[in-house]
């Protein structure tokens, strides 16, 4: 497994970040199939669009204070 993907995916979860958004972030880091529409939530797409990007840049935006 990538480092920088165990790296990513520990920090959103010891920052308390939405199941969604980790969710997303995966399959987008990952480069997997987006969910079918009915499934999408917003959490869901922006985790998939900076998962494709391997960004870790908006992880605070959905981490649950």
């Not at 979860?13 to 997997?32: S, T």
Request: proline residues 2%.
């Amino acid at each position: 497994m990538n480092q920088t993907y165990y790296d990513a995916v520990t920090k959103m979860e010891e920052m308390g970040c939405d199941e969604e958004y980790i969710q997303g972030w995966q399959a987008g880091f990952l480069q997997n199939p987006e969910r079918e529409e009915q499934r999408l939530t917003e959490a869901y797409e922006a985790g998939y669009g900076d998962g494709k990007e391997k960004s870790s840049d908006n992880f605070a935006n959905w981490a649950k204070s």
